[in-house]
């Protein structure tokens, strides 16, 4: 049974990259593949086992040094997103920095505010005690 499922791949060629030897096979030799291994395997099994060989190079699996570069790639992204996410924290702080500055000048422009309008207020109430009092001796 082993030398027939072997047979199914000759004149199949693979490619080796780190290690990893992977097969590319057309649909026609999948279709071969897996007619001669049902009737040893069962379908079940033959389909299992022809799901583990790529269709065509795009399915084929990624090689170690495809996956470090693309890792290298993330990391250098992440990297110029720390770098943003830093410039955009000193922006904010600066920024931050000068809405408390606006607003202490504005409390403290409110406040004097208030002290001018509480001085008219109890100089206001002052002058109408006096007046009343002035009315009242002189209606007295």
Known sequence: MTSRIFASFRGLRGSC????????????HRNVVYNAWVPDLGEEVAEALISHFPAR???????????????AEVRTEIAGVRTEVADLRGEMRAESGKV???MHQEIGGLRKDLQHVLMWMVGAVFTSAGFSLAISQALS
Not at 17 to 28: E, G, R
Not at 57 to 71: G, R, S, Y
């Open 17 to 28: 990259a780190s290690n990893v030897i992977s097969v590319a096979l057309t649909q026609q």
């Open 57 to 71: 190079d795009l399915d084929e699996p990624v090689t170690k040094e495809f996956v470090e570069v693309k890792i």
């Open 100 to 102: 408390r500055t606006e």
